[in-house]
């Protein structure tokens, strides 16, 4: 079996991830917009094929932004 080196850029959003995955050489593979919830990103690790290793930066932008909106209506 051959491992295939894959790259992913996510970027996050409220709503949505936004995704573009690269071979190592340089050829996109995947350019698209998923629900950022459990069903947009097992559909998006469907359509790459196969996973051995994901790396994730913790972001809480948006859920920090919605504890602030909640704050303020108290």
């Known amino acids: ?36 919830d459990a069903g947009g990103l097992a559909s998006l690790l469907r359509d790459i094929g196969g996973v051995g290793e994901i790396a994730l930066e913790a972001c809480c932008g948006s859920a920090a932004r919605q504890h602030e909106k909640s704050a303020a209506s108290v």
């Open 1 to 36: 079996m051959n491992n295939v080196t894959r790259f992913a850029g996510v970027d996050y959003h409220q709503d949505s991830l936004r995704v573009c995955v690269l071979s190592e050489d340089k050829k996109v593979g995947l350019d698209r917009t998923c629900n950022n």
